[in-house]
């Protein structure tokens, strides 16, 4: 069985393809028309999904939507009505929108793509429940889906047994732990649904203070349900999270771009103490109706990598699976699993491992492109270990490496396929690779680290932590702080990659590094710049290499200085 998963129109955009129970191919929007979280059809990733196993359209036997357009719109109706007549104007907005798009979908994908089979629209938090689950390893999983709304559901516990998902509890619009983080995420000034890891990063620096008074804004039951006051808030009536009342108990809001304060951070703490605690008193409860230590969770909540890593000493759950795009990207891949399963009256099990799912080039391709930079020059290897040997040689010595290698990585995370990379350690790397970024001084960067190793350098909760997505935040071991120096946030974390077999020439060369520096971790950000989404194309990584300070650019087994 060939099924396409799509998502689409709200924000990261996404396509993947399953065939025979297997991920074949997944890529988001973004990749390809450069808009960052774009969140238009993404008519792009279904091509290079297509195109990456040579299928056509017609060869397709499903296609998986990752949520019921008309439930959507009904709710939104259903708000204009509650809130008439201060959601006027935003409804007015978005009226032609969903008229001309949104509500059109199955037009679009008969039309636009030319499908003409059988297509599942899938409720939002199932696809999510469904990426999260059939995922997995577990055959029984505790399960819980969090983001900002999806229709009209915002929180889902849920029991995965022998590939079937039991809905057991639910939370729905506009009580929603998301959108509350995203009214944090407005007030300090960032972008919201862009910028949340930004909040979560600035917690670091300050002190909770304002616990008591986020309470005023939140009700929150023993078993971790909850509602929002809606006075406080103005999501439903116009373009601002909050409002008049919101201010008048936490103060002016920051201005975007201006001064960050000592409050602020004590505000970013704040928030992100309340989801936590909210967070672990919904895990409790669901631990209580499933009985299981085996937890999966998805949803753009569960990309909070400082609370996941703290769901093991807080929470009953011993095993915990966060598929690396867990928002909405993931959910594309998450409706096609439940179509798929739909699709073949039988369970389903597909274990992901691996996410390099998404576009490649050749050495050929990349030394086109090279050719027509004149103040580059580069080196051709043909022995992979020379290249490891060499790059890992200059990791040692403080160059920073841009490593274009293989296929790209699925979701918001970059796993050594599109990666800039640096020494752990001094504290200056950090500096220096900021520079690069050119982003905020506060936020810290990721580690990825050799599997076999993870223990010595982490409180982690076994010996042998598997964490190959980058989705959890664990505590540095003190003796070891001064080893991972630019890596360590100001709260003594790091959020991590495990590295093994599994990520193929990445774990090589984190393997050589190791065998050079006694050291087996090294700094990994994303390949790209503030405001960018991850480099797709080897012209992209080019430019990016070319009008920053990295040292050194490695395009497959090409690599590349600056004369």
Same mark, same amino acid.
């Given at each position: 069985?060939?099924?396409?998963?799509?998502?689409? !129109?709200?924000?990261?955009?996404a396509?993947?393809?399953?065939?025979d129970?297997?991920?074949?191919?997944? $890529?988001?929007e973004?990749?390809?028309?450069?808009?960052k979280?774009?969140?238009?059809f993404?008519?792009?990733?279904?091509?290079? +999904?297509?195109?990456?196993?040579? %299928? @056509?359209i017609?060869?397709?036997?499903?296609?998986a939507?990752?949520?019921?357009?008309?439930?959507?719109?009904?709710?939104?109706?259903?708000?204009?009505?509650?809130?008439?007549?201060?959601?006027?104007?935003?409804?007015?907005?978005?009226?032609?929108?969903?008229?001309g798009?949104?509500?059109?979908?199955?037009?679009?994908?008969?039309?636009n793509?030319?499908?003409?089979? *059988?297509?599942?629209?899938v409720?939002?938090?199932?696809?999510h429940?469904?990426a999260?689950y059939?995922?997995?390893?577990?055959?029984t999983?505790?399960?819980? @889906?969090?983001?900002g709304?999806?229709?009209?559901?915002?929180?889902?516990?849920? #029991?995965?047994?022998g590939? @079937?998902?039991?809905?057991?509890?639910?939370?729905?619009?506009p009580?929603?732990?998301?959108?509350?983080?995203?009214?944090?995420?407005?007030?300090?000034g960032?972008?919201?649904?862009?910028?949340?890891?930004?909040?979560?990063?600035?917690?670091?620096?300050?002190?909770?203070?304002?616990?008591?008074?986020?309470?005023?804004?939140?009700?929150v039951?023993?078993?971790?349900?909850?509602?929002?006051?809606?006075?406080?808030?103005?999501?439903?009536?116009? !373009?601002?999270?909050?409002?008049?009342?919101?201010?008048s108990?936490?103060g002016q809001? *920051?201005i975007?771009g201006?001064?960050?304060?000592q409050r602020?951070?004590?505000?970013?703490?704040s928030?992100?103490?309340?989801?936590?605690?909210?967070?672990?008193?919904?895990?409790?409860?669901?631990?209580?109706? &499933?009985? &299981?230590?085996?937890? +999966?969770m998805?949803?753009?909540?569960?990309?909070?990598?400082l609370?996941?890593?703290k769901?093991?000493?807080? /929470?009953?759950?011993k095993?915990?699976?966060?598929?690396?795009?867990?928002?909405?990207s993931g959910a594309?891949?998450?409706?096609?699993?439940?179509?798929?399963?739909h699709?073949?009256? #039988?369970?389903?099990?597909?274990?992901?491992t691996?996410?390099?799912?998404?576009?490649?080039?050749?050495?050929?391709?990349?030394?086109?492109?090279?050719? &027509?930079?004149?103040?580059?020059?580069? *080196? $051709?290897?043909?022995a992979?270990?020379?290249?490891?040997?060499?790059?890992?040689?200059?990791?040692s010595?403080?160059?920073i490496?841009?490593?274009?290698?293989?296929k /790209?990585?699925?979701?918001?995370?970059?796993?050594?396929?599109?990666?800039?990379?640096s020494?752990?350690?001094?504290?200056?790397?950090?500096?220096?690779?900021?520079?690069?970024?050119?982003?905020?001084?506060?936020?810290?960067?990721?580690?990825?680290? %050799?599997?076999?190793?993870?223990?010595?350098?982490?409180?982690?909760?076994?010996? #042998?932590?598997?964490?190959?997505?980058m989705?959890? +935040?664990?505590v540095?071991?003190e003796? #070891?702080?001064?080893?991972?120096?630019?890596?360590v946030?100001a709260?003594n974390? +790091?959020?991590?990659?495990?590295?093994n077999?599994?990520?193929g020439?990445?774990?090589?060369?984190?393997?050589?590094?190791?065998?050079?520096?006694?050291v087996?971790c090294? %700094?990994?950000?994303s390949?790209?710049?503030?405001?960018?989404?991850?480099?797709?194309?080897?012209?992209q990584a080019i430019?990016?290499?070319?009008?920053s300070?990295?040292?050194?650019?490695?395009?497959?087994?090409?690599?590349?200085?600056?004369?």
């Open positions: 069985m060939k099924i396409l998963g799509v998502s689409s !129109f709200y924000h990261d955009s396509a993947a393809l399953f065939i129970g297997k991920l074949i191919s997944a $890529i988001e973004e990749r390809f028309s450069r808009v979280h774009d969140n238009q993404p008519f792009k990733a279904i091509q290079y +999904c297509l195109d990456s196993v040579g %299928l @056509t017609d060869d397709i036997d499903a296609v939507y990752y949520e019921k357009p008309l439930r959507k719109f009904e709710r939104l109706l259903e708000t204009f009505v509650e809130t008439y007549p201060f959601a006027l104007k935003p409804f007015l907005q978005a009226i032609p929108d969903w008229l798009q949104k509500i059109n979908v199955e037009d679009i994908i008969r039309k793509v030319g499908f003409t089979k *059988r297509i599942y629209f409720s939002h938090h199932l696809s429940a469904s999260a059939y995922s997995s390893l577990f055959k999983a505790a399960i819980l @889906t969090i983001d709304v999806g229709e009209y559901q915002t929180t889902g516990l849920w #029991k995965g047994d590939g @079937t998902l039991s809905p057991l509890a639910r939370i729905d619009f009580h929603s732990i998301g959108l509350l983080y995203s009214t944090f995420t407005a007030y300090l960032f972008k919201v649904n862009e910028d949340e890891y930004k909040v979560m990063g600035l917690s670091a620096y300050g002190s909770p203070e304002y616990v008591e008074d986020i309470y005023h804004l939140i009700r039951k023993p078993d971790g349900s909850f509602r929002l006051n809606m006075e406080y808030f103005s999501f439903r009536e116009g !373009f601002r999270m909050f409002n008049d009342k919101f201010i108990l936490l809001p *920051r975007p201006g001064k960050i304060e602020h951070k004590d505000i970013a703490a928030i992100q103490k309340v989801v936590e605690e909210l967070l672990f008193a919904m895990l409790h409860h669901l631990f209580s109706l &499933t009985h &299981t230590t085996n937890l +999966c998805s949803g753009g909540v569960a990309l909070n990598a609370a996941n890593g769901i093991y000493t807080r /929470t009953p759950f095993h915990v699976h966060i598929l690396g795009a867990a928002g909405d594309a891949l998450g409706a096609a699993l439940y179509g798929m399963r699709g073949q009256k #039988k369970e389903v099990n597909a274990p992901i691996s996410l390099y799912t998404g576009s490649s080039y050749s050495n050929e391709s990349a030394e086109s492109v090279l050719k &027509t930079y004149p103040g580059l020059r580069y *080196r $051709i290897y043909d992979e270990q020379d290249l490891i040997q060499e790059v890992a040689a200059l990791l010595k403080g160059k490496v841009g490593w274009f290698w293989g /790209t990585e699925f979701g918001p995370r970059a796993l050594g396929a599109r990666s800039i990379l020494k752990p350690s001094p504290r200056i790397m950090k500096d220096n690779m900021n520079k690069i970024k050119r982003r905020e001084e506060f936020r810290p960067f990721a580690g990825s680290i %050799l599997q076999e190793h993870v223990h010595e350098y982490f409180y982690t909760p076994e010996k #042998k932590y598997y964490s190959p997505f989705n959890v +935040c664990l540095v071991r003796k #070891k702080r001064n080893e991972l120096a630019a890596i946030h709260d974390t +790091c959020r991590i990659q495990t590295v077999i599994d990520n020439r990445y774990y090589r060369l984190i393997k050589e590094y190791y065998r050079l520096t006694g087996p090294i %700094l990994n950000t390949f790209n710049v503030m405001g960018e989404p991850i480099v797709e194309h080897p012209r430019e990016d290499f070319v009008h300070r990295m040292d050194i650019l490695v395009l497959n087994n090409l690599v590349v200085t600056k004369r």
